[in-house]
């Protein structure tokens, strides 16, 4: 999902329910195309988000790293309670 803000997109990408480290993998090549623009804006809808391990962790430090290399960022949305104190 893409919105428009200003004049470059926001790209909007919803999170599995379970974010281990198959799954990271598989989220990662789904959401790495986003990273081909110039100053990519990233949301992470994490509203499904019921499990969480480290390997879930790293895939959205890598996500912030690719979108730091290009001046973009990514933000984190709708994050449930046990996945933010785990984030914390």
Same mark, same amino acid.
Do not use: Y
């Given at each position: ?27 990662? +090549? ?5 990273? #081909? *623009?110039? !100053?990519?804006?990233? @949301? ?15 895939? +959205? ?5 690719? #979108? *730091?290399? !290009?001046?973009?960022? @990514? ?14």
């Amino acid at each position: 999902m893409e919105n428009m803000i200003g004049s470059r997109p926001v790209v909007v990408k919803q999170l599995p329910e379970k974010l281990s480290v198959k799954q990271s993998r598989l989220f990662f +090549l789904d959401v790495e195309p986003s990273f #081909a *623009m110039d !100053r990519p804006r990233l @949301v992470l809808d994490c509203s499904r988000v019921r499990e969480l391990d480290s390997a879930g962790i790293q895939v +959205l430090l890598q996500c912030l790293e690719e #979108a *730091m290399k !290009r001046n973009g960022d @990514v933000k984190l949305a709708a994050i449930p309670s046990a996945a933010a104190e785990i984030l914390e």
